[in-house]
């Protein structure tokens, strides 16, 4: 019997009489995950987590309303995040500060391991700024464990390293600086929240932050005409 998925004029001719069913179109990879992200999010509430951040068990207690249709394309979104959590459970976790010296400058940062991000704070001791961001580097470290912090007295990693540098932050990747914040002016005017140090490491792809927008509101400077944050 002939192949009715064939494509030849005859099979053309079956088709537009009825007598077989429509040849099944192929479908891209890209519309395939559309499929899947239409299929799975629309059995979740728009309260409730984002599907790329949900966990094996949270997926489980969603595919009970999966229906017949949308099955396929659920199996290969559950195929798909539990291949991402196996590859994010392999990632080191840090999650805390990690104080070093410039003996150990090497070792912690330029050797920190394939694809870590490394986000290093050199301070000192009574500069406010340098205090502000020590602070809210404990709660980004905690918030972002994949990402690693260190903290260093900047005279220790750099001899005579100048004061009006501080704070710098320098973000490194597989041994390479890959972006860098020097003094007090590379950070917003006023009262520097955890969420405005946040949003500049995100700039810099250090670490994936949720927040969409920058959380300074700008102010219209009336005398010198400049925006500033």
């Known amino acids: 019997m002939q192949d009715p998925n064939e494509d030849t ?7 537009a009489k009825g007598i077989i069913p429509p040849k099944e179109t192929e479908i891209t990879e890209d519309q395939i995950a559309d499929m899947i992200d239409q299929a799975v999010q629309k059995h979740v509430n728009g309260d409730q987590k984002e599907m790329d951040e949900m966990n094996l068990d949270e997926l489980d207690d969603i595919e009970d309303d999966i229906t ?37 400058w090497v070792e912690a940062i330029n050797k920190a391991g394939d694809d870590i991000w490394v986000i290093v704070h050199l301070y000192k001791n009574g500069i406010e700024m340098c205090n502000i961001l020590n602070h809210h580097f404990v ?21 005579n390293y100048p004061e009006n540098n501080l704070p710098t ?12 914040l020097i003094g007090r002016d590379s950070f917003p005017s006023g009262k520097v929240t955890s969420e405005d140090v ?4 995100s700039r810099t792809g250090a670490i994936d932050t949720e927040l969409t927008e920058n959380p300074r509101k700008p102010i219209d400077d009336v005398f010198s005409k400049k925006t500033i944050y």
């Not at 004029?9 to 088709?15: K, T």
């Not at 972002?144 to 005279?155: H, L, W």
């Open 169 to 180: 932050l320098f973000i490194y990747q597989n041994g390479e600086m890959k972006d860098k």
């Open 68 to 104: 017949e249709d949308d099955e396929k394309a659920f199996e290969e979104y559950r195929r798909q995040r539990m291949a991402e959590l196996k590859a994010m459970s392999a990632k080191p976790r840090f999650g805390s500060v990690i104080e070093i010296s410039g003996q150990d």
């Open 9 to 15: 004029e005859w099979n053309d001719v079956l088709r």
């Open 198 to 201: 946040e949003w500049q490491l």
């Open 139 to 159: 709660q980004l470290a905690q918030k972002f464990p994949f990402a690693k912090f260190i903290k260093a007295v900047a005279t220790t990693c750099i001899p």
